[in-house]
C-alpha cells in the first residue's frame, strides 16, 4: 500500500467537485482553515458549476480531477461535497501517472467511491470531513485532519457500549459509506476485505435498505475473512408502517454474529459532526474491551 506524501506548509490542496455542486463562497471556510495551517488552496474548474445538482457535467468534473491529479504543484485533492455523482466520473479518470506519484485524496460519503477505486490501486486515503461540513465541524476534528495531513500521531480512544462485540485485532482500515460500497459490488472499483478491518456508516436510509445492502455484501464474501469491524454513525434510519423489527445495531449484530471478529458501534467518524479523520489503506491497531474501543493508525 502506497502512503502519499505527508503535507508541509507551503503545499497546495486543489478542492474539486466531484459530485455536487458547490459555490466559491462556500469554499471561504474550507480556504481559511488551510490557510490557518499554511497551505495554499487552488479552487478547480467545476467550483461554482451547476448541471443538473451536480458540479458541471460528468466531462468536466472528471477533467478538472484528472488536471489535479496529475498537478505536480498540487499536493493534496479535497473533494468539495458529497451527494452522489462520483461513481459516473470514474470510469474516466486515468490514474496511470496517479499510482507513480501518488497524493492524498480526501472525503467522505460519495467519495467513498474514490476511497475504493484507490484502494485497489494501493493507494491510500483520507475519509475526513469535506470543504462543505467546515463550517460545522467541531475544532477538535478539524485538528484529526491536520494530524493526518500532516503525519502527526493519530490514535482514538472512545467509550464502548454493552452491544459491541470485544478483541483486539491488526491491519489494514478500509471501507466507507455502506450505500457507496454496495453500489460498487461487482466493479473493479470494488475492495478486497480479506484480513482487513472494515469500516462502514451511512444516512438516512430505511432499517430494510440496510439489511438488504448488508446482505449482498455478505453473499459477496466482504466478511467472511475480514479481521473487525468499525460501524461509524448510522443517523437518521427511517422503519416502515409495519415495523422492520430490528434497529440498525441488531440489524449489523444478527448479521456478524457468525465471524466471532471484533465489532464497534457508534464510533466517531460518519455523517455526524463528530467526523474524526480516518486514513484508509493504513495498517491499525483496533481493539474493543470493557471500557474501551481503541483505534491507533501505525
Not at 43 to 67: H, K, M, V, W, Y
Not at 126 to 155: C, Q, R, W, Y
Not at 213 to 230: A, P, S, T
Amino acid at each position: 500500500m502506497k502512503i502519499p506524501p505527508f503535507l508541509k506548509k507551503g503545499d497546495t490542496v486543489a478542492i474539486v467537485c466531484t459530485a455536487r455542486k458547490f459555490m466559491p463562497e462556500e469554499a471561504k471556510p474550507a480556504i481559511h482553515l488551510l490557510e490557518s495551517w499554511g497551505l495554499k488552496t487552488k479552487l478547480g474548474r467545476t467550483i461554482g458549476l451547476d448541471s443538473c445538482q451536480l458540479g458541471g457535467t460528468d466531462a468536466e468534473r472528471a477533467a478538472d480531477l484528472q488536471q489535479m491529479m496529475d498537478d505536480d504543484n498540487v499536493k493534496a485533492i479535497w473533494c468539495a461535497r458529497g451527494g452522489y455523482g462520483t461513481v459516473r466520473i470514474i470510469d474516466l479518470v486515468d490514474f496511470t501517472k496517479f499510482q507513480n506519484q501518488p497524493k492524498w485524496i480526501m472525503g467522505f460519503s460519495d467519495v467513498t467511491v474514490l476511497h475504493s477505486h484507490l484502494n485497489t490501486l494501493g493507494i491510500a486515503s483520507l475519509h475526513s470531513i469535506m470543504p462543505f461540513t467546515v463550517p460545522n465541524a467541531p475544532e477538535d476534528v478539524k485538528k484529526t485532519f491536520k494530524d493526518a495531513l500532516f503525519g502527526n500521531e493519530l490514535s482514538y480512544t472512545i467509550p464502548s457500549k454493552p452491544y459491541d462485540v470485544k478483541g483486539k485485532v491488526k491491519g489494514e482500515l478500509v471501507g466507507g459509506n455502506i450505500s457507496i460500497l454496495y453500489s460498487l459490488l461487482g466493479s473493479k472499483s470494488s475492495i478486497n476485505t480479506k484480513d482487513k478491518i472494515l469500516f462502514i456508516e451511512d444516512l438516512d436510509e430505511y432499517l430494510y435498505h440496510i439489511d438488504r445492502m448488508l446482505y449482498n455484501i455478505k453473499r459477496n464474501g466482504y466478511f467472511e475473512n475480514v479481521r473487525g469491524v468499525i460501524v461509524g454513525s448510522m443517523r437518521d434510519m427511517h422503519d416502515n408502517e409495519i415495523p422492520f423489527g430490528q434497529n440498525e445495531v441488531q440489524i449489523i449484530t444478527a448479521i456478524m454474529k457468525e465471524y466471532n471478529i471484533p465489532i464497534a458501534f457508534e464510533f466517531c467518524a460518519g455523517h455526524q459532526k463528530d467526523n474524526r479523520t480516518l486514513i484508509l489503506g493504513s495498517q491499525v491497531e483496533f481493539e474493543v474491551n470493557e471500557r474501551d474501543v481503541k483505534l491507533k493508525f501505525n
